[in-house]
Nanobody
């Protein structure tokens, strides 16, 4: 199983970015997927998760209304659309897959991880 995260970069506050997580040897639509982030000097923080078959989504309060998690089953890719970005969103973002139908907010519940992509939001 391989998860490849991409799409990070430098953006001004108020801007948008879309992160992609492409999966290999793993069918993401059948299982829960999630996004986490880690800022310098801090622990890994839950951002959003999506259930198997993409029926339900759940967001951290800090990103609710600004970020959208989704899946394109044809491309076997998960996305995180990030709008109205704030300097506090600066972090390395990781995608993760869980061998279960429902996602959770705990990073220890996820079985596979992508390598991370840097998002930097300037004020």
């Amino acid at each position: 199983v391989q998860l490849q995260a991409s799409g990070g970069g430098l953006v001004q506050a108020g801007g948008s970015l879309r992160l992609d997580c492409a999966a290999s040897r793993y069918t993401i639509i059948n299982n829960a997927m999630g996004w986490f982030r880690q800022a310098p000097g801090k622990g890994r923080e839950f951002v959003a998760h999506i259930s198997g078959t993409a029926r339900t989504t759940y967001y951290a309060n800090s990103v609710k209304g600004r970020f959208t998690i989704s899946i394109d089953s044809a491309k076997n890719t998960m996305y995180l659309q990030m709008n109205s970005l704030e300097p506090e969103d600066t972090a390395v973002y990781y995608c993760a897959a869980r061998s279960a139908f429902f996602g959770t907010t705990s990073s220890s519940d996820y079985d596979y991880w992508g390598q991370g992509t840097q998002v930097t939001v300037s004020s």
